[in-house]
T-cell receptor, first 117, second 113 residues
Framework: GAGVSQSPSNKVTEKGKDVELRCDPI?????LYWYRQSLGQGLEFLIY????????KSGLPSDRFSAERTGGSVSTLTIQRTQQEDSAVYLC???????????????FGPGTRLTVL | AQSVSQHNHHVILSEAASLELGCNYS??????LFWYVQYPGQHLQLLLK??????LVKGIKGFEAEFIKSKFSFNLRKPSVQWSDTAEYFC???????????FGTGTRLTIIP
């Protein structure tokens, strides 16, 4: 399919372990976003990439969270020393380059459900 | 900072009833506005969006929304709901020049056959 794909779909880990979540955006989408969806907090923005650079990391909740993007395509979100409060669905979205100063629609992937025991 | 309020947390309607879900945002500048839907077990999908022009926008599956700038609102409407509209609905705003979407807390819609 041509949509945003994410892997794994589910991840169960023990507290203190590191996890890596992967996002494959729609081909040609230069912008990539990570969000988190949790019961208590709703949908929260984490980080935005334009190409391989991340001009907005303002939503990352702590320095345990990091993300990178290589080749202007695949992105990896890494959570180090996971805590139980990190349990959530992590969503990736991508969009086309801006036009006339306006962002295009963000298209979301199916998410990775992370459970920290 | 931009924020979005969805006042209805859970709405229960019978089939064929009319629907209106409220969405208000706080941001004084130019905004892009969106409604996303998440059907049970599925991922977020775009229902409709407003960038500029006609403040009444039509989306998929018979949904529409009206942008009222003076009220900072972008309410979602459908004249006659179906059982298949059972889902969670999220309003989102993207301030002009800002990259991130700010979402409301969502409204769970349950349609009773």
């Amino acid at each position: 399919g041509a949509g945003v794909s994410q892997s794994p779909s589910n991840k169960v880990t023990e507290k203190g372990k590191d996890v890596e979540l992967r996002c494959d955006p729609i081909s040609g989408h230069t912008a990539l976003y990570w969000y988190r969806q949790s019961l208590g907090q709703g949908l929260e923005f984490l980080i935005y990439f334009q190409g391989n650079s991340a001009p907005d990391k303002s939503g990352l909740p702590s320095d345990r969270f990091s993300a990178e993007r290589t080749g202007g395509s695949v992105s990896t979100l890494t959570i180090q020393r996971t805590q139980q409060e990190d349990s959530a669905v992590y969503l990736c979205a991508s969009s086309l380059p801006p036009s006339g100063g306006r962002r295009d629609t963000q298209y979301f992937g199916p998410g990775t459900r992370l459970t920290v025991l | 900072a931009q924020s979005v309020s969805q006042h209805n947390h859970h709405v229960i309607l019978s089939e064929a009833a009319s629907l209106e879900l409220g969405c208000n945002y706080s941001y004084g500048g130019t905004v892009n506005l969106f409604w996303y839907v998440q059907y049970p077990g599925q991922h977020l999908q775009l229902l409709l969006k407003y960038f500029s022009g006609d403040p009444l926008v039509k989306g998929i599956k018979g949904f529409e929304a009206e942008f009222i700038k003076s009220k900072f609102s972008f309410n979602l409407r459908k004249p006659s709901v179906q059982w298949s509209d059972t889902a969670e609905y999220f309003c989102a705003v993207n301030a002009f020049g800002n990259e991130k979407l700010t979402f409301g807390t969502g409204t769970r819609l349950t349609i009773i056959p």
